[in-house]
């Protein structure tokens, strides 16, 4: 008897993000706060776990539905998705180096490869023009901003400094160009449709990943520009906080999960500040009460993931709407 696997959108690529950015949370908890050191490595194992059932059902999907896996990509606001891919695998790369460094930099690497060859494709396609502005969401940010300020992270934990400034360069004003045609679309244009909403999430991740991977770079406490960031962070959250009754007029989804890459790094690029010897009031308030947002958000999320699932409903709700290039 043929067993029927399902068709994974790249989309649950965001699942490994929300889980291993919650593990880096509580891993850094632990050094700065003497939190118990196991939720961490837990959380991470599971994001392994999912990461691996996840990649072997999309390269599944691209071996023998690959009618699916085209229309994929080809879709405007979907096709993004599969830049996470990459970043995903660069994250459980990382997440393993203390238990295997060898396979952890060959993760690293392979995640690296994808997501900058992905991001010129794409890039390219977009540079060509005859998109239809409807379609611009902040999943724009993924392919360019996710996978560069990820890898920049990575290249300066593996002391590879060079390489992590100039990825970092790359993320960063990549962003800034996006940041302002998703802002203009969003200022401008009709609102979003539900089914797009929870991309909104999105948009915190910008500035608290690229703070994650600016504080690997900089020495010594953290400086203005890191405060900035922070800064900038927080009136992402807070816009979002007060959009959030208009945001779940779409019912709960896989899309969710958007939302968990920026706030656990938001949390975790507080608890690194205060690592590097941050002196002020407001970072270690801040920090405790992202530390117990990000909790909470991803708890609420994977809850509401693991009841779609238990209800046979996972992989009948769309993660990301199907919309022509």
């Known amino acids: 008897m043929s067993i029927k696997l399902p068709i994974v959108p790249a989309a649950f690529f ?25 939720v961490g490595e837990v959380l991470m194992a599971s994001a392994v776990c999912v990461w691996a059932i996840v990649l072997v059902l999309f390269a599944w999907k691209w071996i023998a539905r ?7 990509a080809g879709q ?39 997501g900058v060859g992905f991001a010129v494709w794409r890039t390219g396609l ?11 969401t902040p999943v724009l940010y993924l392919p360019l901003g996710a996978t560069g300020f990820v890898l920049s992270t990575g290249c300066a934990l593996l002391g590879e400094r060079d390489w992590a400034q100039i990825t970092f360069g790359m993320a960063l ?4 160009a996006i940041d302002s045609v998703v802002l203009h679309r969003l200022y401008t244009a009709a609102p979003l449709p539900p089914p797009l909403r929870p991309t909104l999430g999105i948009q915190l991740a910008p500035a608290t990943v690229g703070a994650v991977a600016y504080l690997g770079l900089s020495s010594g ?55 590097k ?17 990000a909790n909470g958000v991803v ?9 779609l699932l238990a209800t046979g409903r996972l992989f009948g709700v769309p993660a990301a709407p199907a919309v022509a290039r």
């Open 14 to 38: 965001a699942i490994v993000l929300g889980l291993s950015g919650l593990a880096n949370v509580w891993r850094a908890a632990h050094r700065v706060w003497r939190l118990p050191e196991i």
């Open 277 to 293: 010897g941050e002196a002020g009031s407001a970072i270690p308030l801040l920090a405790l009460v992202l530390f117990v947002v």
């Open 299 to 307: 708890a609420l999320i994977a809850g509401g993931t693991l009841w």
């Open 76 to 114: 405007a606001i979907a096709c993004c998705f599969i830049s996470l891919a990459g970043v995903a695998t660069m994250l459980v790369g990382l997440g393993v180096l203390r238990y295997a460094p060898g396979l952890g930099v060959a993760l690293f690497v392979a995640g690296a490869v994808f």
């Open 173 to 176: 004003f990549g962003v800034l």
């Open 221 to 275: 406490p953290p400086d203005w520009f890191a405060h900035a960031m922070i800064g900038y962070a927080l009136i992402q959250t807070l816009i979002l906080a007060r959009l959030w009754s208009w945001i779940r007029e779409q019912p709960f989804a896989v899309s969710y999960w958007a939302f968990t890459f920026g706030i656990t790094a938001f949390a975790y690029a507080l608890l690194r500040m205060l690592e």
């Open 66 to 72: 690959r009618e699916a896996a085209l229309e994929e």
């Open 126 to 136: 977009l540079w060509q023009g005859g998109r239809d502005p409807s379609t611009t």
